[in-house]
């Protein structure tokens, strides 16, 4: 157990309704990132964050915002989701040896 | 820019043989980190192996062990005595510049396939 889950695994929604997946972290980890994942690109950062109210765009972070109020959640919301945003998104925290990161299970959003 | 890259798309291997997964990447900065990720259908990110730029011998952890080749700017996964449970597939990923944050670039990926 990695100590990090999130909800909700699968949900499918439609064209311009706003969606918010939620990360929790139970280990006090500082780094907490969301990626996207689409075959052929691997993943891509969409937001990161390196503490509470602390956090900075990666490299697909359009049409995504984040908020930390506190050290365990980290919440990627989709104000208006677009059917280019159909993904499995992924949380992680960083590891406190090398820096690997450390994965949840993954969100599967599909937006029709 | 920083760029990782994974060419084989897919790979087979018979079951018990080793099987060398291929990354390139692309940096300037003298300072970095090399990480293999395995996703097996089922899903989950797999953490494997970890290479620093400046570790002076090649990574092992367990079967896994990772050929680094600073000049050529490689950072190859070799599996060996493989098992079908390794069919899934293989993610290299780069520390990137401005290692302080943590974030992680990452390949296409690999899809290996293990035959019996």
């Known amino acids: 157990d990695a100590g990090i889950t999130q909800s909700p695994r699968h949900k499918v929604t439609e064209t311009g309704t706003p969606v918010t997946l939620r990360c929790h972290q139970t280990?006090?980890?500082?780094?907490m990132y969301w990626y996207r994942q689409d075959p052929g690109h691997g993943l891509r950062l969409i937001h990161y964050?390196?503490?509470?109210?602390?956090?900075d765009k990666g490299e697909v972070s359009d049409g995504y915002s984040v908020s930390r109020s506190k050290t365990e959640d980290f919440l990627l919301t989709l104000e208006s989701a677009t059917s280019s945003q159909t993904s499995v998104y992924f949380c992680a925290f960083r590891g406190q040896n090398t820096g690997e990161l450390f994965f949840g299970e993954g969100s599967r959003l599909t937006v029709l | 820019a920083q760029k990782i890259t994974q060419t084989q798309p897919g790979m087979f291997v018979q079951e018990k043989e080793a099987v060398t997964l291929d990354c390139t990447y692309d940096?300037?900065?003298?300072?970095?980190?090399l990480f293999w990720y395995k996703q097996p259908s089922s899903g989950e990110m797999i953490f494997l192996i970890y290479?620093?730029?400046?570790?002076?011998q090649n990574a092992t952890e367990g079967r896994y062990s990772l050929n680094f080749q600073k000049a050529r700017k490689s950072a190859n996964l070799v599996i060996s005595a493989s098992q079908l449970g390794d069919s899934a597939m293989y993610f290299c990923?780069?520390?990137?510049?401005?290692?302080?944050?943590?974030?992680?670039?990452f390949g296409q990926g690999t899809t290996l396939q293990v035959k019996p």
């Open positions: 280990e006090n980890h500082r780094y």
């Open positions: 964050s390196y503490g509470v109210k602390d956090t």
């Open positions: 940096t300037s900065d003298p300072s970095y980190g």
């Open positions: 990923a780069m520390r990137e510049k401005g290692g302080n944050t943590g974030k992680l670039i």
């Open positions: 290479q620093g730029s400046y570790d002076q």
